[in-house]
Nanobody, 117 residues
Framework: VQLVESGGGLVQPGGSLRLSCAAS????????MKWYRQAPGKERELVAA????????NYADFVKGRFTISSDNAKITVYLQMNSLKPEDTAVYYC???????????WGQGTQVTVSS
């Protein structure tokens, strides 16, 4: 099982980035795919979630209206489109796969997002 994030980087406030999480080694539709983030000195927090096969989504209040989570079943990839980025969005962003019916879960290695002028 492997989750590989990409797409992080340095962006100015108000800018956009799209993160990708390429999954392999498990049945995509059996998992809820999530994006978390962790800023220095802070707890890891849930940003957004989507059923692995697409469908229902959930967002943390602090990203509603700015971030969009989506999935591509053919590519077995989950995306996080981040618009109107703020300095407080600076964090390492992690992809996580949570099995729907068990406690099985997998994490990616994280990708750094830095919002700064």
């Amino acid at each position: 099982v492997q989750l590989v994030e990409s797409g992080g980087g340095l962006v100015q406030p108000g800018g956009s980035l799209r993160l990708s999480c390429a999954a392999s080694g498990f049945t995509f539709s059996s998992y809820v795919m999530k994006w978390y983030r962790q800023a220095p000195g802070k707890e890891r927090e849930l940003v957004a979630a989507i059923r692995g096969a697409g469908g229902s989504t959930n967002y943390a209040d602090f990203v509603k209206g700015r971030f969009t989570i989506s999935s591509d079943n053919a590519k077995i990839t989950v995306y996080l489109q981040m618009n109107s980025l703020k300095p407080e969005d600076t964090a390492v962003y992690y992809c996580k796969a949570d099995h729907l019916l068990s406690r099985r879960a997998y994490w990616g290695q994280g990708t750094q997002v830095t919002v700064s002028s």
